[in-house]
């Protein structure tokens, strides 16, 4: 897209290196805690909206992985520095190896791209739940009154 409005008012929240690398760290985290806690999670629907919906936040799950991990790797592959919030986990160096930079350079763009559009679709589906459906998949999500 270059550099416009919408793209200039992303990059600056960051800086997108250390924020990249902590939604690493909280979606292991959520993973985690999703886990420990399998057995009393809530249903999905039934039907071929709950299966969409399972999908979505399987894909969620798996960019929030993807898209930092590889990040890294092209990171420290090509011999960039890596820093997280001012302390420095890696000094420069002198690197280039293919096979770590190949998968970041040919997805990190088209897979961020393709989370933000989920991401829009799964705020729709949010509202679209809450004022249409009028169920309560809102509510359980954003606060106690919803159990
Ligand atoms: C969930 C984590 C992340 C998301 C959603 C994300 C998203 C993005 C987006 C939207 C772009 C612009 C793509 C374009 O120009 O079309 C970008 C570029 C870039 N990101 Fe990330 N990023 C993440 C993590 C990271 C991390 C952890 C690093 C570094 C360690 C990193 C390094 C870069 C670099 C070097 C670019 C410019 C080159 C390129 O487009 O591939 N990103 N990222
Ligand atoms: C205004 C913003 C958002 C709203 C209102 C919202 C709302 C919701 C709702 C209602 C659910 C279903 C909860 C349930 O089944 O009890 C959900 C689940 C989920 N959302 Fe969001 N969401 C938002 C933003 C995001 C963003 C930005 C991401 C990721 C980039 C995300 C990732 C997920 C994931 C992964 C799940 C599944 C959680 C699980 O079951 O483990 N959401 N969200």
């Known amino acids: 897209m270059g550099e416009n ?13 250390s924020l990249g690398f902590m939604i690493l760290i909280v979606t292991l985290a959520r993973l985690g805690w999703a ?7 809530p249903p ?3 039907g071929l909206g709950g299966r ?3 999908f979505v936040h399987i894909t969620f ?3 929030l992985m993807w898209l930092p991990a590889f990040a890294i790797l092209r990171q420290y592959g090509r011999g960039g ?7 420095e986990l890696l000094p420069e160096a002198e690197r280039d190896i293919t096979w770590m930079i190949a998968p970041a350079e040919l997805l990190h763009g088209p897979l961020s791209w393709l989370l933000c559009g989920l991401v829009i679709g799964h705020i729709m589906m949010a509202l679209t739940h809450r004022f249409w459906l009028k169920d309560r998949v809102l509510a359980r999500m954003v606060g106690s009154s919803g159990r």
């Not at 886990?35 to 999670?41: A, E, F, G, P």
């Open 81 to 87: 520095a890596l820093r997280f919030y001012g302390m």
């Open 44 to 46: 999905h629907t039934p």
């Open 52 to 54: 969409l919906a399972r």
């Open 5 to 17: 409005a919408i793209t200039l008012f992303l990059a600056s929240i960051g800086p997108h290196g």
């Open 35 to 41: 886990w420990i806690n399998r057995k009393q999670r």
């Open 61 to 63: 799950y798996g960019l």
